[in-house]
Every structure is written in structure tokens, then in C-alpha cells.
């Protein structure tokens, strides 16, 4: 069975950095792909970042491209966001999910429907 458990959220001011992690508590992680996903305040969810199975493959959604970083540690059944540079628009509760399907395009992996999986979800707040 496939249990996702969120970590590491919290406040942190304008410029701060914080690491998320997503530990598949059932189990070996290594045959889903696995993204991040966010929620705002009255906003849709929506997606942030993707690693492939092996951990070769990753995809950014343009606002976070080049501050945060998706990672894995297959051994550790847990995958990680690394978030610097963090803004005032970062603030969401963020969603850790997991699949067990292949797509070919990293972009059909922005759409939530295509997971199985979902965690709890950890709150990422960021002052101005």
C-alpha cells in the first residue's frame, strides 16, 4: 500500500529556503514517478515539480524553475523539494504524489488526475 507522508514545511521570511520531504511509508518508492503540487489560498491545485522513477528525468513548472530542485533517494523510500529563493507567492500547502503509470511527455504529469497517490500535504508560508 501506497502511503505518502509530507515534511519540513513551515514560516519562513522573503529569500529563506526550506527542504520538503516526501516518504513513501508503505514501501520501496522506486517504481512511481513522483511531483510536488500546491495548493494556494482559494486557488487550484497545481504543479510544481516532477522526478521520473530513476531520478534522471526532472520538470519545473515555470515560477519555480531555477529555485527549487527535485530530488530523490530511492534508498530511503523519499523524495525532496529543495526551495530557495522563497516568495510571498510560494505560500501553499504543498502535495506530495506518486504514480505508478508512464507518460512519455514530462507535461502530462501536471495533471492531477493521472496520480493515485496523495499525501496530506505540509504548510509553506513565506513573509514579506
Known amino acids: 500500500q501506497v502511503q505518502l507522508v509530507e515534511s519540513g514545511g513551515g514560516l519562513v521570511q522573503t529569500g529563506g529556503s526550506l527542504r520538503l520531504s516526501c516518504l513513501h511509508s508503505?514501501?520501496?518508492?522506486?517504481?512511481?514517478?513522483v511531483a510536488w503540487f500546491r495548493q494556494a489560498p482559494g486557488k487550484e491545485r497545481e504543479f510544481a515539480a516532477l522526478?521520473?522513477?530513476?531520478?534522471?528525468?526532472?520538470y519545473y513548472t515555470d515560477s519555480v524553475k531555477g529555485r527549487f530542485t527535485i530530488s530523490r533517494e530511492n534508498a530511503k523510500n523519499t523524495v525532496y523539494l529543495q526551495m530557495n529563493s522563497l516568495k510571498p507567492e510560494d505560500t501553499a500547502v504543498y502535495y506530495c504524489?506518486?504514480?505508478?503509470?508512464?507518460?512519455?511527455?514530462?507535461?502530462?504529469?501536471?495533471?492531477?488526475?493521472?496520480?493515485?497517490?496523495w499525501g496530506q500535504g505540509t504548510q509553506v508560508t513565506v513573509s514579506s
Open positions: 522526478i521520473r522513477r530513476s531520478g534522471g528525468s526532472t
Open positions: 508503505g514501501g520501496n518508492f522506486s517504481p512511481y514517478d
Open positions: 504524489a506518486a504514480t505508478a503509470g508512464y507518460y512519455p511527455d514530462n507535461r502530462q504529469y501536471t495533471r492531477r488526475d493521472i496520480f493515485e497517490y
